[in-house]
């Protein structure tokens, strides 16, 4: 039974994921949202929201095309720093977890690119929520005030992105969550 159970726990994830991406699409689509949020407060909490849905697309979907589509699909119209960082700590854990080096070094690479795409596109789009960081890194580079001034803007995130660290010591390698 618990075997069952836990299955069933990884389709409902899997499946509640996707269904959270698509109609967030479809409110940015039909323009009630300018970035999917579906039902949260803003387009960042989607992001975290969906973050059980990220791990288990890795480890336990047994489609992992399908799921990076819908993946590819938020990145894009959920524009969330938040789940970029979390699609990046994901997949870096996922390559250890699996050994698998070489993957690990292209998808760095991949990663790298991404992020500097994202970020010319950004810097290049007044009409982006993030064009003044975006203009303000380019003028001044990074730097500690960057460091800064980026932890500022995170509001609450950045005391409870402490308190998860500090609840993970120890946990490191299987966390403590479903299953």
């Known amino acids: 039974i618990a075997g069952e159970l836990r299955e069933g726990v990884w389709a409902a994830l899997l499946w509640g994921g996707r269904a959270q991406i698509v109609l967030g699409v479809v409110l940015v689509l039909l323009g009630v949202h300018e970035r999917a ?37 938020l990145v894009i119209f959920n524009q969330s720093a938040n789940m970029v960082v979390a699609m990046v700590v994901a997949m870096l854990y996922w390559l250890v977890v699996n050994r698998r080096v070489w993957i690990s070094v292209i998808f760095l690479v991949f990663a790298i690119l991404v992020g500097y795409i994202s970020y010319r596109v950004v810097l290049d789009d007044p009409a982006s929520p993030n064009h003044g960081v975006a ?24 005391p409870r992105f402490q308190a998860a660290m500090e609840m993970l010591q120890g946990h490191w390698l299987n966390g403590f969550g479903p299953g």
């Open 37 to 73: 949020r579906f039902v949260y407060f803003e387009p960042s909490y989607l992001a975290i929201g969906l973050v059980p849905y990220l791990f288990v697309s890795l480890f336990w979907s047994r489609e992992k095309w399908l799921d990076g589509i819908f993946l590819l699909i």
């Open 135 to 158: 203009v303000w890194v380019a003028d001044n580079g990074v730097n500690l005030d960057m460091i800064y001034a980026i932890i500022g803007r995170t509001g609450n995130r950045a």
